[in-house]
């Protein structure tokens, strides 16, 4: 026996299931026997006091779950954190247990009433370096972390545990003799896997199957080389046996029904000290969100953000505005185990439109570009939303947004004097050695309600964001008919990005009616939209289907190439049209009207055309000059040039994507631009629906 091990338990006289408070409980309710639990802990406390010196606190009636002593608190040396618990059911073992820990000479710490933190079930001391692994997730919070570090004098690790079954540390965790770890990876999300694994070593590292985690194997209580354990299979016992434990068994079946074992049943009251540093990575800001924050959902966004994010959360403030225009206003406090993740969590948050709180408002940081094309690690990560950073004591408007990009600071200069920063959104490969990029997540803001898109209310009033179903298509179309009406009218802005199966589907027709109507200020596609227009109009076929009576023609297949051909001889479409060689179709009634065009290559590619741009990133560049000033752009059966053209555009831009696939217009709508309609259709169908309810409308159109 070792001396210098002391274990408290608490028997258990009154431990019985009695109400709900984590999943293993579910359908045990009084489901335990008293009988049996009292002779598997009494063989529990056998097998320990052979190991240890076990000393007991008493059972008190209505406390049910005291029997788990681990809860207690937390011990190091001759301090205590007394455990804060998260349940009602359990907030009254705290009074117990604090005046044992009195009478033992401890001197106890207790946290805020409100920061929940369950003790060594959530806090393990690492065996070989020392610091303290605490989790958080279910029962205790983040917040709790800076507490432990602080008042027990030592480095503080925080782990995420993500699976409900194992809502207490010790439940998938247990660090053993000599720096092994016994866990359950799956329990903790993937920024804690990677802590674990660079602060322990693979060969020390004993990771379990489900069965063993299930039957609470990491519920362990290690004395030296031997491990106390409910049940393991025999390859953890094998793989515990090589690294030199001995396991022993001892069934604790009627505690695993409220989600307890070996561990859970004891708390090791001797934890020595040793010297490791003070220090708790834990950081924390207070944010600041205002809008219709319920209707539109934004808080639960941003609160789902930060969990899922690997950080926690407390609401400050909470102020749900009186009528129904009112806005609302939050005020949340963010936690996060690190910089690193707290920057992605407040990127994320920033992107929703957050901001920090005045008084915490920092300066963007910014570091150097060094390699051209290349952006300083931590980089901010652009959205399609108005941006604004702070540079010394200004806000600046970030110029040229669109998503994917990175913020880079200038200075301006006029007649050789400083104009001050100028900020621009660029893409990484623009970007050159000597510009500053603003990096990490202070001092940014975006604006979720672009200016221009208040400007624009009343053309898009009833132009929700949102997927439609072949039910909605009509009415939809009588809305998109509607705008591109008042938009043509006052001088606007529509793009029309097209794949070729606007040519297969007989959608062409309808096109060019839109063009000639001069509802398209800019067509955007690939090769193929334009192949497959100028086959159709050299032969009357589209992909060697003839399109007036449906059937396939004999040769057909080679007709594409033929019209490729043709146009490769005459130089361009444009002079193909000049030349009287093309007489019909939509490209030609882009060069008779004058509607810019710009066709991007791709890999697929046959021919190409002559006109289509097979430098991507010229294309891309020509592609985004055609978009700039666009109200409304039509994104007609083409995911690739649909999202690509997503994008580049910025907020404040109409959308509506029309697919038959509803993957591909969710994934537009996902952007989380509110601007944004997907139409669930065929794209032939919409576009003479379309045509027809512009005919309706102007009364002078004529629909063809
Ligand atoms: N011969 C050629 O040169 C040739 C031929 C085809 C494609 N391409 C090139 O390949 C690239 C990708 O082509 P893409 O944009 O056609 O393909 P894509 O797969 O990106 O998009 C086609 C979209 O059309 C949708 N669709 C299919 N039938 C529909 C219908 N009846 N109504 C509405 N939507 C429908 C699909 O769901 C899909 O999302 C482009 O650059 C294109 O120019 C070249």
Redesign the pocket.
């Known amino acids: 026996m070792t001396d210098t091990v002391r274990i408290l338990m608490c028997p258990p006289h009154h431990y019985d299931v009695d109400y709900v408070i984590n999943p293993w409980m579910e359908g045990n309710i009084h489901r335990s026997s008293r009988e049996r639990a009292e002779q598997q802990w009494n063989q529990l406390y056998e097998v320990l006091t052979g190991l240890a010196a076990v000393e007991l606190v008493s059972p008190e009636k209505g406390w049910p779950d005291m029997v788990f002593a681990a809860n207690a608190g937390l011990v190091l040396g001759d301090r205590v954190v007394l455990s804060r618990f998260l349940h009602p059911e359990r907030q009254g073992e705290e009074p117990y247990f604090q005046a044992w820990f009195e009478a033992n000479g401890f001197t106890v710490h207790t946290l805020p009433k409100s920061l929940p933190f369950e003790g060594a079930g959530d806090a393990l001391f690492d065996r070989a370096g020392g610091w303290l692994w605490a989790g958080y997730g279910f029962r205790s919070e983040l917040d709790s972390h800076p507490y432990l570090a602080d008042w027990l004098d030592v480095e503080v690790l925080s782990l995420r545990l993500v699976d409900q079954r194992f809502y207490h540390l010790d439940t998938c965790f247990c660090p053993l003799t000599d720096g092994y770890l016994m866990y359950y990876p799956p329990a903790f999300d993937a920024y804690s896997n990677r802590l674990i694994e660079l602060r322990v070593p693979a060969e020390k590292r004993i990771a379990i199957d489900e069965i063993d985690a299930i039957n609470f194997a990491c519920n362990t209580v290690n004395v030296d080389r031997t491990v106390v354990v409910n049940q393991a299979s025999d390859a953890l016992k094998e793989a515990l046996n090589e690294r030199g434990f001995t396991v022993e068994e001892t069934p604790l079946t009627e505690f695993l029904k409220a989600g307890g074992a070996a561990k859970c049943l004891t708390l090791k009251v001797t934890e020595p000290r040793r010297d490791t540093p003070k220090v708790s990575t834990i950081q924390s800001r207070v944010i600041h969100l205002e809008g219709h924050l319920l209707d539109s959902g934004l808080v639960n966004r941003a609160l789902d953000t930060i969990i899922t994010g690997g950080g926690s959360f407390q609401v400050l403030n909470f102020d749900l505005g009186k009528q129904r225009q009112d806005t609302s206003m939050a005020e949340v406090k963010v936690s996060a185990p690190d910089q690193t993740v707290m920057d992605d969590i407040m990127g994320q948050l920033i992107d929703l439109g957050a901001v920090s709180l005045p008084r915490e408002v920092a300066p963007a940081a910014l570091a150097p570009v060094v390699q051209a094309g290349v952006a300083p690690d931590d980089f901010y990560v652009t959205t399609i939303y108005p941006t604004e950073v702070l540079v010394g004591n200004s806000w600046i408007k970030v110029e040229g947004q669109r998503m994917d990009g990175a913020i880079a600071i200038t200075r301006a200069a006029s007649n050789g004097s400083d104009q001050g920063p100028v900020a621009r959104c660029k893409l990484l490969r623009d970007l050159q050695v000597g510009e500053d990029v603003v990096v990490g997540s202070k001092g940014i803001h975006t604006l979720r309600t672009a200016p221009s898109l208040k400007k624009k209310t009343d053309d898009f009033s009833f132009m929700g964001a949102g997927v439609s179903s072949e039910r909605r298509v009509e009415l939809v179309v009588e809305q998109i008919a509607w705008d591109l009406r008042r938009i043509r009218d006052r001088g606007g802005k529509v793009v029309v990005t097209a794949?070729?199966?606007v040519i297969?589907?007989g959608g062409s027709e309808h096109l060019k009616s839109l063009i000639q109507g001069g509802y398209v200020h800019a067509l955007l596609?690939?090769?193929?939209?334009a192949?497959?227009d100028i086959e159709q109009a050299m032969m009357g076929t589209s992909l060697g289907m003839d399109m007036k009576r449906g059937v396939s023609v004999q040769g057909g297949h080679r007709h594409?190439l033929k019209a490729?051909n043709t146009i490769r001889r005459y130089g361009s479409i444009a002079n193909a049209v000049e030349k009287g060689v093309l007489t019909s179709g939509v490209m030609y009634e882009c060069v008779k009207n004058n509607i810019p065009f710009s066709?991007?290559?791709?890999i697929?590619?046959?021919?190409?055309l002559p006109d289509t741009q097979m430098n991507l990133i010229e294309a891309q560049a020509d592609y985004a000059r055609l978009i700039e000033g666009a109200d409304l752009i039509l994104m007609?059966?083409?995911?690739?040039?649909?999202i690509g053209v997503g994008n580049m555009t910025p907020a404040g831009v109409k959308m509506v994507c029309?697919?038959?696939?509803p993957a591909?217009v969710t994934k537009l709508s996902d952007r989380g631009s509110v601007e944004s309609t997907g139409v669930v259709?065929?794209?032939?169908?919409?576009l003479s629906l379309l045509v027809q309810q512009l005919s309706k409308l102007t009364g002078q159109y004529t629909y063809i």
């Open positions: 794949g070729p199966v297969h589907t596609g690939g090769n193929a939209i192949v497959h594409h490729i066709l991007a290559g791709s697929r590619d046959d021919g190409p007609l059966s083409s995911m690739l040039h649909s029309v697919d038959i696939n591909v259709t065929d794209v032939g169908l919409f």
